[in-house]
């Protein structure tokens, strides 16, 4: 048996509200428009890239003067969608950068110092979690999950050194799959040059 897996049966479930502040996100009034003057960025569903990381580059800018502090995300705040079929969550972890999550999604602050984001993170993110979270799901049209339904998420907390190895594992898939997406890339655009060329003239099979 996988130690990880073995130890982890070993755990009391713990509330997720017992170990970390979760609240929605901010409901803005109208659309978000982009201000190049603004003042604090605003992070949306657009803006979190296939690695469940916030891409910087894509945040919009508002005018944040009437927006309460407490709306400002904590660094390594966690994102967690909370519409439609998919729960998956985010990592919010861009030093420097002072935003707010819009309203479409909840926003989870840890405060246990016995728990790690980046592990938390993943385990939302784990099918279990999310099957979990969809079983919770309330709506007739477009299913939503609540902030009080992910606060009773039970969260299995490992040993600090067995988080840091699951975090580490997780990130190393991540870039495996970074690469062989790149690979896959070069590979089409090679058959699709090759193909164009076959337009022009027989294609050469030897040297």
Known sequence: MNPITASNT???PILLGDLAFVRQGYHFRKKVTHDPLGNISVVQSPDISQF???IPDRL???????IKTEYHLAPKSILVKSRGTNYSAALFDLPGV???AAYHFIVVTVTSADLLPEFLLWFINRRDSQDWLSARSRGSYVKAVSAKALADLPIIVPPMQQQHLIVKSGR???QESIISSEISAKRNLLTQTILES???GPIRTEP
Do not use: H, P, Y
């Open 10 to 12: 070993a755990q009391i």
């Open 52 to 54: 469940t990381t916030v």
């Open 60 to 66: 919009s800018k508002v005018n944040g003067d009437r």
């Open 98 to 100: 002072t935003a707010v």
């Open 172 to 174: 190393l898939a991540n």
């Open 198 to 200: 076959a337009l022009a």
